[in-house]
């Protein structure tokens, strides 16, 4: 069953909003399904159209769940975000992105959403690539419901 929402929280500011998996494109989730495959594989991939070059590098993700950075093409990390969709997960992730903060966060730790979320938690790096800003919250939206929505291999297989 698909994720058709989730909570976005933005971490640095504490504002929050529902997404909808209707706001995203299906190319555009077909085509990060399959970036996102590679990065998860490789852990680490370019970013396509980042502008500035920026890469995603994983640090850990299992079913229903992703914890990653946005870096820049000197590897300086500008963001964090983590997915969950695992409410066996979902607690640990939050604990993670609020005990390893380098920023001030205006969220609140024991404020955890209860379904599906994505939180993404600005790095001090992000001062070298303000732009970053204009496309990384679209960008950690539609990643976290490609990944989410991901395909199951043998559905892929009756399709290809």
Known sequence: ???????????????SRRAWLHEVQPQLLEHLRYWLADALERQHSRIPWS????DIVVRDHGEGWLYASIANEEEIPIATLAVAGNPQEAGRLWAALHSSAK???KSDPAAMPAGAWLAVRR????RYVPDTEFWLPDFARCLAFAYLNQRPAA????AA
């Open 123 to 126: 790095e001090p790096g992000m």
């Open 51 to 54: 502008r500035p070059i920026c």
């Open 103 to 105: 920023v001030e966060l």
């Open 1 to 15: 069953m698909p994720t058709l929402f989730l909570d976005h929280l933005t971490l640095h500011d504490g504002r």
């Open 155 to 158: 559905e892929e297989d009756e």
